[in-house]
């Protein structure tokens, strides 16, 4: 017979199972081969280019048959462009960045390559922490001067790929858009933050074109232009509990650029915030023949801070009356959803569906919407050109269907 009681075997297994979680671990990290920056000649001075340092991490860890990891430690790292190519021989390839990255200081060095980090045709790779610099301010002047001015670089961006996600990630002082999603699928930013000041010119925190299945929650953005603005050819976004200002607001568009180019569909933003912003949820679309479109779309739990235009669709666009003077938009939007949005407009209008008189918006929904105007002092006024849909619950202002 065995003596053994069952509390005395339960007590082994708890000595048993530690040990053996541990070992499990232990196993799965020494799978993973980790590439040190500084190990293969970065300087954490930030003067010491460290561009080659940085792609022979890269390169090291695309051909490895075993999952990666690409340390950056503390300290500053001058790195100029640089292009991350795959597809690579294994799909976990991890970047822990514990240090700054920064651009060069002279903006002519990257001011006409587009890019300054460029990500493409990888498949599953990690970015956690860390600080992007681009140290755009020097451009920005230079724009705001009326100089012949280089058009700048892109921070980070993230071409041709699948299953990437970026966490704890911070973009200071882009010189141009700092986080772009081109032609990617499954993609999830998570803790983001981007900052750049309120009067620069053209540095979107992040935009999305031509992807489907990204993700962006839990974020900070302060900028000069879009907060996250959304092109053509984006389906399934999901935009929840981000901050935004100031900025230009959360925008759809601007769609039709292009006579043919494809729409947009099943996007949620949710929980957003914005302060002091241009505008608010904004959909807009040139003022000109176009296939595209918008529909399936969901701005739900919303509030404005003193936001110059809260809810807007503007469908005559029409940068400069260049291109498109007397002509009606092509872009067809449909199916809009506006529910639970409150705050106070810094104008007047705070609500204006400026719509394509060929092409009107369709089943447009407001539901339970109150924003008012001056600091909750004055009410708000609705406008509606080409726009039909429903109004529910209390809404203020007066519906203008």
């Known amino acids: ?74 300290g500053r790292f001058l790195v100029g462009g640089a292009t991350f190519n795959g597809p690579c021989k294994n799909n976990a390839i991890h ?9 060069p200081a002279d903006y002519n060095v990257l001011g006409n390559v587009g890019t300054w980090l460029l990500f493409q045709n990888v498949d599953g790779m990690s970015i956690s922490g ?20 280089p058009s700048g670089a892109t921070t980070i961006f993230f071409s041709s790929s699948r299953n990437i996600v970026v966490s704890k990630l911070m973009s200071l002082h882009s010189q141009l858009f700092h986080i772009v999603i081109y032609g990617c699928q499954n993609v999830r930013l998570q803790g983001v933050k981007v900052f750049a000041s309120g009067d620069s010119q053209n540095t979107d925190g992040v935009h999305v074109q031509l992807s489907s299945r990204v ?52 996007v949620t933003v949710k929980n957003v915030v914005f302060g002091g912003t ?16 918008a529909k399936n779309i969901l701005f739900q739990h919303a509030i404005m801070y003193n936001v110059n235009n809260p809810i807007v669709i503007d469908q005559n666009y029409c940068p400069s009356n ?49 924003l008012t105007y001056k600091n909750d002092q004055q009410p708000a006024r609705a406008s509606c050109v080409n726009a039909g849909g429903l109004a529910f619950g209390l809404v203020q202002p007066s519906s203008c269907f």
């Open 1 to 74: 017979m065995n003596s053994r009681s069952p509390l005395g075997v339960a007590s082994l297994l708890f000595m048993v199972l530690p040990i053996a979680i541990i070992s499990s671990q232990a196993a799965i990290a020494a799978t993973v081969v980790e590439h040190n920056v500084v190990s293969l000649g970065a300087n954490p001075d930030g003067v010491t280019g460290s561009t080659q340092a940085f792609m022979g991490a890269w390169l090291a860890a695309c051909r490895s048959k075993r999952p990666a990891m690409i340390i950056v430690p503390p």
């Open 130 to 149: 860390g600080i992007l610099d681009g140290r755009g301010a020097a451009l920005w002047a230079c724009k705001a001067s009326g100089k012949n001015c």
């Open 278 to 293: 241009q505008n608010g949820l904004r959909i807009k679309s040139w003022g000109r023949p176009s296939t595209g479109f």
């Open 322 to 370: 260049i291109n498109c003077p007397g002509q009606y938009s092509g872009v067809k939007i449909s199916d809009v959803t506006y529910k639970d949005i409150h705050g106070t407009s810094a104008t007047e209008v705070a609500v204006k569906f400026d719509c394509s008189l060929k092409n009107p918006c369709t089943g447009i929904r407001l539901d339970n919407v109150k």
């Open 215 to 266: 993700t962006i929650m839990n974020s900070k953005i302060r900028t000069g232009d879009d907060c996250i603005s959304i092109g053509a050819g984006t389906t399934n976004l999901w935009i929840e509990n981000v901050a935004c200002g100031p900025g230009h607001g959360i925008s759809i568009g601007s769609l039709g650029k292009d006579a043919v180019e494809p729409g947009v569909e099943n």
């Open 95 to 103: 970047w822990r960045i514990q240090g700054v990255i920064t651009a």
